[in-house]
């Protein structure tokens, strides 16, 4: 279960603008598109400068917002941080583009006839940047380091409870028990809760170590200057022969986009994301620059509480989902680009898209019949929404709807720092969100429906949908547990405590000798297979 | 004299310490709860969690004890740590401001290099055509936000002419040619608005000791116009500049928070806007404390330069 915050992911980049637009008014120069973790299919294939093959050497540079905070992963929180992690550590499985689980320090796994343990046997012959081994040992440490309550990793909740016993069973076999079946564990086991950590230079640099990360990754961490750059160079003893390509990559912190845009044009960067729709145009006629885009599968959607006003009634709800104008939002917000959502699942193996067509069409008629059954005494709603300029366009849109019902919508902005805090506390009830995709379906659809979810902002609590979660959990099969997720998307489309809006497509841009590039589901870009043609 | 600095020195303090309240109790104040940013953008936290980070960091305690707690140990010079970074305060801000003291040093030199001869040449041809040329550039200086400028000029010079780099910062110690080429741009962008408004300075300051007594005199003593100009004219309109620099030093802070953003350099001013997005409250209050402590010593500075340039200043 990847359990991170999409709407988060929102705030982590795009607060660039926000923060520039706080300061000085700068709306200008915004722009708009954040890194959120989404999940779906690159339309661009991986390229290969010229048709020749990868070459060494060379450093990299790729240009973002990083507001990183520790690269100790297990501490992680923070969106951007994922970018260098994943240069510096392994994690025990990975996923492929479709999120499917595929191997990485583990070569190989066993599901128990129980299907309550799950065995690793993991490559041999592995060593830390310190020299010390990445074994079945380091393994058990690091797993048992998240469980230890005194430790107060904050990715303790995503594995534990299941997560009862880890077990040494050889030096390259490791084996994980669980309370009950649990197939997000393994997804769990390619993010945060995945990367193995040095177990010496944890203790070497103890609550230092996350501005000295040592990992067996192919990169080795060379030095950071918060809020100004992080620089790996490759790590000579790494497991992968041949690997990795490039001699050092530098992560600058870039906070503007529009300085972002013009480091690619000038080849000052070699690679950068998160480009706002309406730039990209611009940037796919510039001279030796490729645009990638890729179909995410996050979510945008405006949200309301089942129990609070004002979107306790149902039938208030149904009125403003027929009411919403997908497409109107699709089309100016998002340079028409995305998809239209319907439906919370939009990537990775349990998206259904037989789905796409259901959920509320826009039709004002059936919205209007609706609202008169919703027989309001009131019809003044606060709507409140975090302060961000792609979220304000939204509002914009999706008002206008409303308002042709004869609603009148007092609209309240909230500092984006503060919105998701006030949403938690219930003074935030009817608001616009997005949620990123996790490699495990049950991630996103748990922590939102389930009505012990953490992320249950909505006040849902509906019996059938929590046995269907806990049922489809332990399920291994994937083509089994997707029909179960078709049954959960169904009856939480039809509650529309959630509203959805679009899957927006996500885009980056980088140098034309850049070979290798890949658009990860989950947007976060493996830079360790990159290299630069001479 | 002596006398006179203690009294400002202390009268620093008792500002500083109003200053920490106002802050404090604004940013307590005016934000929500801060544990959900301080988690992080992708927390899993469950609220066992949350609960413990607020004690931990003793957001659970009330306002007025969590700022005396806060003062009795700002008083010894330890400013606590910072919510969003494993470091303490002191040491998160000591390593931010070279840069910052740079880029605003550089500016300042860059903007008085420029206004002094242009404000000069304005004022010699009060009504030229210099003058009138002037003053419509320093109104589109003093008009143009800083953002905008720095963009503009990295658009021309980065992007158009491929001049200069377009945002970054690289110690003077790793590579001194590489610093100064990206510090090029932020300091023109944090000076424009300075020499408009410190030429314009220097023009009026000029123009009115042109007309003075003692000018006429030394002309009619039979001295030449230039070194009237050079030793009677210019020292005397530069005496009152001084102070008027000391008071810009203040809004040279707010040019450069925005300077640095845009050109990505890691000085106090990405840190500041970092901590109030973050809410990391003890860097805030931390960075407000050390920027107002500059702005004031700084004035007073510029007060005892005053007395140092001017000898009937001192003696009074």
């Given at each position: 279960m990847n359990v991170e915050k999409g709407i988060q992911d929102m705030i982590a980049t795009p607060i660039t603008r926000r923060r520039f637009g706080q300061l000085a008014g700068a709306s200008a120069l915004a722009s708009l598109v954040a890194a959120c973790a989404g999940g779906g299919t690159a339309l661009t294939p991986s390229a290969s400068p010229a048709g020749r093959g990868p070459v060494r050497g060379g450093t990299f540079v790729y240009a973002r917002n990083l507001d990183a905070k520790t690269f100790d992963p297990h501490f992680s929180a923070q969106f951007s941080e994922r970018y260098v992690l994943y240069l510096i550590f392994n994690t025990l499985v990975a996923y492929d583009k479709d999120f499917n689980i595929v191997p990485d320090l583990a070569q190989s796994w066993d599901i128990s006839g129980d299907r309550q343990a799950i065995t690793f046997k993991l490559r041999a012959g592995v060593k830390f940047h310190d020299g010390t081994d990445c074994d079945a040992t380091a393994v058990k440490w690091n797993l048992d380091r998240i469980l230890d309550k005194n430790v107060n990793s904050p990715l303790r909740g995503q594995i534990q409870?299941?997560?009862?016993?880890?077990?040494?069973?050889?030096?390259?076999?490791?084996?994980?028990?669980?309370?009950?079946?649990?197939?997000?564990?393994?997804?769990?086991?390619?993010?945060?809760?995945?990367?193995?950590?040095?177990?010496?230079?944890?203790a070497k640099y103890g609550k230092d170590f996350g501005r000295n990360p040592v990992g067996s990754g192919p990169f080795k961490f060379v030095e950071w200057t918060p809020d100004s750059r992080v620089v790996v160079e490759r790590f000579e003893?790494?497991?992968?022969?041949?690997?990795?390509?490039?001699?050092?990559?530098?992560?600058?912190?870039?906070?503007?986009?529009?300085?972002?845009?013009?480091?690619?044009?000038t080849g000052e960067a070699h690679l950068i994301d998160s480009v706002d729709p309406s730039l990209v145009g611009n940037l796919r006629s510039a001279a030796g620059v490729?645009?990638?885009?890729?179909?995410?599968?996050?979510?945008?959607?405006?949200?309301?509480?089942?129990?609070?006003a004002p979107l306790n009634n149902a039938d208030l709800r149904k009125a403003i989902a027929?009411?919403?104008?997908?497409?109107?939002?699709?089309?100016?917000?998002?340079?028409?680009?995305?998809?239209?959502?319907?439906?919370?699942?939009?990537?990775?193996w349990a998206y259904d898209r037989s789905l796409d067509a259901g959920g509320y069409p826009f039709d004002l008629d059936k919205a209007q019949a609706s609202l008169t059954k919703a027989n309001l005494t009131?019809?003044?709603?606060?709507?409140?929404?975090?302060?961000?300029?792609?979220?304000?366009?939204?509002?914009?849109?999706?008002?206008?709807?409303?308002?042709?019902?004869?609603?009148?919508?007092?609209?309240?902005?909230?500092?984006?720092?503060?919105?998701?805090?006030?949403?938690?506390?219930?003074?935030?009830?009817?608001?616009?969100?997005?949620?990123?995709?996790?490699?495990?379906?049950?991630?996103?659809?748990?922590?939102?429906?389930?009505?012990?979810?953490?992320?249950?902002?909505?006040?849902?609590?509906?019996?059938?949908?929590?046995?269907?979660?806990?049922?489809?959990?332990?399920?291994?099969?994937?083509a089994k547990a997707k029909e179960l997720y078709r049954k959960v998307e169904e009856i939480v489309v039809e509650n529309a405590d959630y509203s959805f809006l679009v899957w927006p497509s996500e885009f980056a841009a980088y140098r034309s000798e850049v070979g290798n590039f890949v658009y990860h589901p989950d947007l976060i870009l493996r830079m360790r297979d990159l290299y630069i043609a001479k | 004299m002596l006398r006179y600095v203690a009294e400002r020195l202390l009268l620093t303090v008792a500002l500083l310490f109003v200053i920490s309240i106002a802050t404090f109790g604004l940013m307590s104040l005016v934000v929500g709860?801060?544990?959900?940013?301080?988690?992080?953008?992708?927390?899993?936290?469950?609220?066992?969690?949350?609960?413990?980070?607020?004690?931990?960091?003793?957001?659970?305690?009330?306002?007025?004890?969590?700022?005396?707690?806060?003062a009795s140990h700002a008083v010894t010079g330890d400013l606590g740590r910072s919510f969003r970074?494993?470091?303490?305060?002191?040491?998160?801000?000591?390593?931010?401001?070279?840069?910052?003291?740079?880029?605003?040093?550089?500016?300042?030199?860059?903007?008085?290099?420029?206004?002094?001869?242009?404000?000069?040449?304005?004022?010699?041809?009060?009504?030229?055509?210099?003058?009138?040329?002037?003053?419509?550039?320093?109104a589109v200086n003093l008009s143009l936000p800083n953002f905008l400028l720095g963009i503009l000029l990295i658009y021309v010079f980065a992007l158009r002419l491929r001049w200069l780099p377009s945002a970054g910062y690289i110690p003077v110690t790793t590579d001194p040619l590489a610093h100064l080429r990206l510090l090029l741009l932020p300091t023109v962008t944090l000076a424009a608005a300075?020499?408009?408004?410190?030429?314009?300075?220097?023009?009026?300051?000029?123009?009115?000791?042109?007309?003075?007594?003692?000018?006429?005199?030394?002309?009619?003593?039979?001295?030449?116009?230039?070194?009237?100009?050079?030793?009677?004219?210019?020292?005397?309109?530069?005496?009152?500049?001084?102070?008027?620099?000391?008071?810009?030093?203040?809004?040279?802070?707010?040019?450069?928070?925005?300077?640095?953003?845009?050109?990505?350099?890691?000085?106090?001013?990405?840190?500041?806007?970092?901590?109030?997005?973050?809410?990391?409250?003890?860097?805030?209050?931390?960075?407000?404390?050390?920027?107002?402590?500059?702005?004031?010593?700084s004035s007073l500075g510029v007060d005892l330069l005053y007395g140092f340039l001017d000898p009937r200043v001192r003696m009074s």
């Open positions: 409870p299941p997560l009862t016993a880890v077990e040494v069973v050889d030096p390259t076999t490791v084996r994980l028990r669980t309370s009950l079946a649990w197939r997000p564990l393994l997804a769990a086991l390619g993010e945060r809760p995945g990367f193995i950590v040095s177990p010496a230079a944890v003893g790494y497991w992968e022969p041949g690997k990795p390509y490039l001699d050092r990559i530098e992560v600058r912190h870039v906070p503007d986009s529009q300085v972002r845009l013009t480091m690619i044009r490729t645009v990638s885009e890729l179909q995410s599968g996050r979510f945008w959607a405006v949200q309301g509480h089942n129990g609070k027929y009411a919403t104008d997908r497409a109107a939002i699709k089309r100016v917000v998002f340079s028409d680009t995305g998809r239209v959502a319907t439906h919370p699942l939009g990537s990775g009131n019809k003044t709603l606060l709507f409140a929404t975090s302060s961000e300029r792609a979220i304000q366009d939204m509002a914009q849109v999706v008002g206008t709807g409303y308002q042709k019902l004869g609603l009148t919508i007092q609209h309240q902005t909230v500092p984006a720092a503060d919105w998701f805090g006030l949403l938690k506390e219930g003074k935030v009830n009817w608001t616009i969100t997005n949620w990123a995709p996790r490699a495990d379906p049950d991630g996103l659809l748990r922590i939102l429906w389930h009505s012990k979810g953490f992320q249950n902002t909505t006040g849902y609590s509906n019996p059938e949908v929590d046995r269907l979660l806990d049922e489809a959990a332990g399920i291994f099969d994937t | 709860d801060p544990v959900y940013a301080i988690l992080g953008s992708e927390s899993s936290a469950d609220e066992l969690t949350i609960e413990r980070l607020r004690r931990e960091l003793q957001l659970d305690r009330p306002l007025p004890v969590r700022y005396l707690d806060w970074q494993p470091v303490p305060v002191r040491d998160a801000v000591l390593a931010r401001l070279p840069v910052t003291l740079e880029l605003t040093a550089l500016a300042t030199a860059l903007a008085i290099a420029c206004a002094i001869p242009l404000g000069m040449a304005a004022a010699l041809r009060a009504g030229g055509r210099l003058d009138v040329g002037l003053s419509a550039v320093a300075y020499v408009g408004s410190l030429s314009r300075y220097v023009r009026s300051l000029m123009a009115d000791v042109l007309h003075e007594d003692y000018v006429r005199t030394a002309r009619a003593k039979g001295l030449g116009r230039a070194v009237v100009i050079r030793r009677h004219a210019l020292r005397n309109a530069l005496i009152p500049l001084t102070t008027v620099i000391g008071v810009e030093v203040a809004g040279l802070f707010g040019g450069a928070v925005v300077t640095e953003i845009v050109f990505s350099l890691p000085g106090v001013g990405t840190l500041l806007t970092e901590s109030i997005l973050g809410r990391d409250l003890p860097m805030v209050q931390g960075i407000v404390l050390f920027v107002t402590a500059a702005v004031v010593l």
